[in-house]
């Protein structure tokens, strides 16, 4: 490893070294959380620092720049998605000491396992080998489900960790296969390699029986991590189970990681290709968004409900992904910009149910939020922005994120168009479940006297970010379209 | 600075806005304090609205007040607001129903003030919005704001299924706002695709702006399939909020389930968003397709101006009767908008007006007897006349006017339409005019049920408790008994003001040529 490697490489190393001084920290003084979670926000201002420093060539002189020959990369797209996964990793971190001392399980632990995960992100984020795509995944899958199950005591974060690390490792393992096939076949596991061996063999000849093996395996192994329908039956007793902070980063965090692991893998390597996997893609959005609706539909739980609802948002996102494939340069766009939009508004929602339950015992059950306006007026009010936002109703990042998809999609034309017609007929729909949680805030009278709890300082901050972000994306977009644009320049194909 | 730099018409929008922020931070239990701000903040939004009508000079062509600042530039989105001869009569009819209705609210809204207040507030920001925005996505941006705040009034504030009817109304509004938000995407994008086909450098540039897409589409810039597909949308969000026949089931409970001030919006303000955006939007943007569409409609409002006045004639609850008649009179909107000629339009505007002071005046009224019975049911009513006259004198007098009583606004608007509607659609008018008569039928029924006949077991049983109309009551109600007359007397100042937008609504569906509408003639 080179100088120039080092530097290139500086924003992963000084995220890994900052999940290992925040154990160190703990190490010196157990269990106190001040300095660990100083250290946590100090080393991730800083790695947001580096990471902008080399995205914008500040120390290598060239916009994008590559280490390990080629193996990893650093274009606009990469600043793009490490700057998302620290915001997700800051606020994650921000929500869940409060909720976590409650329930005495260590708080620096918990900043140094998520860290890790993050660095595993951006690792994905990073890639131009489908190696180095796999080490990443892994990196980042592995210390999700040590979260899923961090509370050790409670039987069901114990079972839907262990339900998430065994579809999580089969997932993996399908998704390896799959990566062999490619290797076997294009011999070369460089993700521009792989392009332009793909760019001959697929130029108008039909898709070899051991491609289309490759094609499939590989595409399973993606749909189980976003948990795309029929992929998903880990997600719900996952996110139910987990502790709710964890349970906020599991259903963005993985995700948008997993979204960067299928820009990279499909659109870059697999891109040549697109004709072929993008009828699945297509097929993939269709019953996501519209089975993981119907679903959530149903739901007393509200944990449960953003589950399903997180599959949802998965779907409308795959359809952003098949515009991008059907030639709209949009849909990409569309798709960073939803998955920014998303990663906000949700953990805002996550944050307010963190909050809620710091009182031991509280569930996540629609009950819980029974006139939470007249016990907590400004969590109820924050909670509504959040869930307006995931409806998609103006002027929100949700609705931004939502406008640019299916502006893609109509784009497209075609089937697309089809699309897009389907996905804010599912828009409505997820009006129905999402509002019933206003109409118990609002409208209903609590069940039981609870008096309002004092939240901590770091929780207000970090909804506090979350909201403005909320209303920012919604309202002014302008430069969120510069970055998203710029990224989504930056592929590939 | 100028007089006329003012951004005057963004005041009379975002005046609400500052008002609810206000609302927002003063102490909850303040209630006083907190009715007379937002009072206040609605009487300045409408005293605005009433300079804006004065300084508007009719019958110039285009928009007036125009402000247009790039909002999202890479979409060529931008914030532009304007008025015409339309919004300015809709603009005034909603700062002036706002008022109104959170004066008429000080009494009957005793629980959580402040959140009520700031709902009202923000539900006039989101409606004058839709009435000024001439940009689609700022359109599209005000028309969804409307739904959030009447979603809580209806269901914090509302009857006991409350939540039922005010799920059912939301989810209503948003499929038929959302094929809209789909189809004026593909508008947009249409308009993006023939610029860059003709090699402009910013094709973008105005894909969202009202004014150049009428152009474009009076230019035949969007080919027939897809106006018929794109008008199918917007003909849904429009016809669900109308609401049309079959889309109007979620408007009885809305309604009958909505505190009375909501009642009064509803009617007064929120059924005008449909009829606007069909003659602002629908009809200059695809004028093939609303000819082709205008048979079915045709149809459709005749149906829903017979249904709602057979069904409100069989209505026990005084609530439900008025919600009922509004089905019927809106489709008197819709008959006019859809005959395209001259008198019919300008009849089918002057009746959005009087329908949203006359029954806005009949929820008032509603809401007033249900503040002191805690019933609304028509045949426990008998003999209000004689315990109540002053109530049952102002009751009477809304109740003609609805029935359109000549001299009164509300026949001027719908002879205007029968009389366009002969011109062109003999047929439909026959049909429409027969049930003018059974609308006389069911209202003045009921007329004579509540106001005539011996005292009622049920209104003695209440003794005291069923005190006549109050000062405030009366105040509420005089202006809007004002406008009623003097309409219903001088027509020429709402027609003059809108003749404007008629000519250039007509010219744009009809570009010039005469159209063979006589599909059954």
Known sequence: MGYEDAVTLAPFIAAVLVAAAILFVDFIAPGRKVPALAVTFAGLALVAILVVLTGQGAVTGRDEVTAFQGAYVVDPLTTFLDLLFISIAALTIAFAPDYLEERELPVAEFAAVLVFAISGAMLISASADLLVLFLGLELMVLPGYVLAGYHKSDGYSTEGAIKYFLLGSFSSAIFLFGLAFVWGLTGTTSIAGVAAVLGQVADGRPLTPGLGLGLAFLTTGVAFKIAAVPFHYWTPDAYQGSPTPVTGYLSVGPKVGAFALIIRLFAEALGPLAADWNVVVMVLAATTMTLGNLVALTQDNVKRMLAYSSIAHTGYMLVGFAAWAAGQQSGMEGLLYYGAAYAFMNLGAFAVIAALQKRLGVTSNLSTFAGLIRREPTLAILMTLFLLSLTGIPPTAGFFGKFYVILAAVQAGGWLAVLAVLAVLNAAAAAFYYLRVVVYMFMRDPTTEIPSLAHGRLVWAGLAVATVLTIVLGLFPGAMLEIVGGAAKAIIS | ?521
């Open chain 2, 1 to 521: 600075m100028n007089v006329n730099d003012i951004p005057i018409v963004s005041l009379v929008v975002f005046l609400p806005l500052l008002g609810a922020l206000v609302v927002a931070f003063l102490p909850g239990k303040r209630t006083d304090l907190i009715r007379w701000t937002a009072l206040g903040f609605a009487l300045a939004a409408w005293v605005v609205s009433l300079i804006l009508l004065v300084g508007f000079t009719p019958g110039r062509p285009g928009f007036e007040y125009d402000q247009a600042i790039d909002w999202i530039p890479l979409f060529g989105i931008q914030y532009k607001v304007g008025v015409d001869g339309l919004s300015m009569a809709m603009v005034v009819l909603t700062t002036t129903l706002t008022w109104i209705s959170i004066l008429a609210s000080f009494r009957p809204i005793q629980n959580r003030v402040k959140e009520y207040m700031v709902s009202f507030l923000v539900l006039e920001v989101g409606m004058t919005g839709v009435f000024v925005a001439l940009d689609l996505f700022l359109f599209y941006v005000f028309w969804e704001l409307v739904l959030v705040p009447m979603y809580l009034i209806i269901g914090v504030w509302g009857g006991v299924n409350r939540i039922y009817a005010t799920i059912k109304f939301v989810l209503y509004t948003l499929v038929g706002s959302l094929l809209m938000l789909v189809a004026i995407l593909a508008t947009a994008f249409t308009y993006f695709a023939s610029q860059s086909n003709a090699g402009v450098t910013d094709p973008w540039q105005g894909a969202f702006d009202l004014e150049v897409l009428t152009r474009f589409a009076g230019g035949g810039g969007f080919d027939p399939t897809f106006q018929f597909l794109a008008f199918g949308a917007f003909f849904l969000a429009f016809a669900i909020k109308v609401p049309m026949f079959p889309f109007h089931t979620w408007l009885p409970d809305a309604h009958v389930e909505a505190p009375t001030a909501g009642s009064v919006i509803l009617a007064g303000v929120l059924l005008k968003l449909g009829g606007y955006g069909f003659i602002r939007f629908a009809l200059p943007l695809f004028p093939d397709a609303a000819q082709t569409w205008a048979p079915a409609i045709i149809v459709l409002s005749l149906i829903a101006i017979i249904y709602g006045a057979i069904v409100a004639l069989v209505q026990p609850d005084l609530k439900k009767l008025v919600a009922y008649s509004s089905v019927s009179h809106m489709g008197f909107v819709t008959l006019g908008i859809f005959v395209f000629q001259p008198q019919a339009l300008q009849g089918a505007i002057l009746q959005m007006v009087n329908h949203g002071l006359i029954t806005g005046a009949l929820f008032l009224l509603v809401g007033v007897i249900y503040e002191r019975t805690h019933d609304r049911t028509i045949a426990k009513m008998s003999g209000l006349g004689a315990r109540v006259p002053v109530y049952a004198a102002f009751f009477g007098f809304f109740v003609f006017a609805s029935v359109g009583l000549p001299g009164l606004s509300g026949f001027v608007g719908e002879f205007l339409t029968l009389i366009g509607t002969f011109a062109v659609q003999p047929w439909a008018a026959v049909v429409a005019t027969f049930v003018m008569i059974l609308a006389a039928g069911y209202l003045l029924w009921m007329f004579q049920r509540v106001a005539f006949g011996e005292v009622s077991d049920f209104l003695k049983g209440l003794g005291g408790h069923l005190t006549d109309m109050r000062p405030v009551e009366v105040f509420t109600l005089v202006p809007l008994g004002a406008l009623v007359v003097v309409f219903g007397l001088f027509p020429g100042l709402i027609l003059d003001l809108v003749d404007g937008s008629v000519t250039q609504t007509l010219n744009a569906v009809l570009q010039g040529a005469p159209v063979a509408l006589g599909l059954w003639r």
